[in-house]
């Protein structure tokens, strides 16, 4: 993603606990609430600061590219830094709920937060709490701001997007119901674009934006369209890497194959696989059994698909770079090279 300073980087990690303290502050001085408040406090550290913090340092890093000498204040990169943690949040109420559905191990390098044995499927009532979280956040820091309602249509219009692209991705791997015909690129595509790319490529663009002043539909219409491509280069990557890449680096145990994802990965097997690969697919795939898992991934070696994943990845980042040529308008071509540069050739 773009770049951002250590300065602003190390900011940026200390305002999350004051932003974690305006939220559960007053519930946590009321008798009522506050064993509540104090378990949502624990369940926010816990669930919120470990990730890359990209797409929030993202939010930073594009208000710096976008704003004007008057504007580049110290409140506002504050008020920046607000809304990249909002988006964090976002991501966090994902990954929660995410996680449960997707019956996942590991996230950041931890536990998922529903394994851990005092949580359990009270975890979806915490996702609700963080993703309230973040209105509270935008009424007591940003509600003064002429962007406020913009901000808050967008990221209701992001969670909703997002939800879609979820729904999408559960449909097409209903558990107990394989069918590898639903895994074609059309719908990969669509899965990619409404459940990713929105929330984590154009929102944190948008949001500085908006909070500059750019307002007008052309320019968020062009900012949209790169960042949407970038989105579905970033979440091949991420497929790839659930596959290939390095738990520890990574910070999670692959599982698409045994949860029967709609990988790009299994997408790019079935254009080229033979009837008898075919179906060792249809015999292994979708099956969370260590042997089976084994075998699909034999069949992907087979069929190289590293190879074919390492010529994907060169040929989009130049479609990329062409796409940023073309439609970057007014605004400044170099935040998007920084973000293409930030994530082309990434192992985590």
Same mark, same amino acid.
């Given at each position: ?149 913009? =901000?808050?249509? !967008?990221?209701?219009? %992001?969670?909703? $997007? ?8 559960? #449909?097409?791997? /209903? ?91 299994? =997408?790019?097997? !079935?254009?080229?696989? %033979?009837?008898? $690969? ?8 979708? #099956?969370?059994? /260590? ?58």
């Amino acid at each position: 993603m773009a770049e951002y300073s250590k300065g602003d980087a190390d900011r940026f990690n200390d305002v999350f606990q004051d932003l974690v303290r305006d939220i559960t502050e007053d519930d946590a001085a009321n008798p009522e609430i506050r064993d509540a408040a104090l378990r949502f406090e624990k369940m926010m550290k816990y669930n919120i600061p470990h990730g890359k913090r990209n797409r929030g340092l993202t939010t930073v890093a594009s208000f710096r590219f976008l704003a004007s000498p008057s504007q580049a204040t110290d409140a506002n990169v504050f008020k920046a830094m607000v809304l990249g943690w909002c988006v964090e949040w976002l991501q966090a109420y994902f990954l929660i709920s995410d996680d449960i559905m997707d019956q996942s191990k590991t996230r950041r390098g931890q536990p998922c937060w529903f394994r851990k044995a005092d949580v359990g499927l009270d975890a979806i009532n915490d996702s609700f709490f963080v993703e309230s979280g973040i209105y509270k956040l935008l009424k007591k820091h940003i509600a003064g701001e002429p962007y406020y309602v913009n =901000v808050l249509e !967008l990221f209701h219009e %992001t969670n909703y $997007q997002t939800v879609v692209g979820q729904s999408l991705d559960l #449909i097409t791997s /209903p558990e107990g119901n394989k069918d590898l015909n639903r895994f074609t690129q059309q719908r990969y595509d669509a899965i990619v674009k409404w459940k990713t790319a929105f929330y984590s490529f154009y929102l944190p663009v948008a949001l500085a934006m908006y909070m500059v002043g750019i307002s007008d539909p052309e320019s968020h219409k062009n900012a949209k369209t790169i960042l949407l491509q970038m989105g579905h280069f970033f979440q091949v990557q991420d497929d790839f890497l659930d596959c290939y890449g390095n738990p520890e680096v990574i910070g999670k145990i692959g599982t698409d194959i045994e949860e029967n994802k709609c990988s790009w990965l299994v =997408v790019q097997a !079935l254009k080229s696989a %033979t009837p008898e $690969q075919r179906e060792i697919l249809e015999e292994n795939y979708g #099956i969370d059994n /260590p042997a089976k898992v084994a075998m699909v991934k034999r069949l992907y070696k087979d069929l190289d698909l590293e190879t074919v994943y390492k010529n994907y990845e060169e040929s989009s980042y130049q479609d990329l770079m062409t796409s940023i040529d073309t439609h970057s308008g007014h605004l400044p071509k170099e935040m998007f090279v920084a973000y293409a540069r930030k994530i082309f050739k990434r192992n985590k």
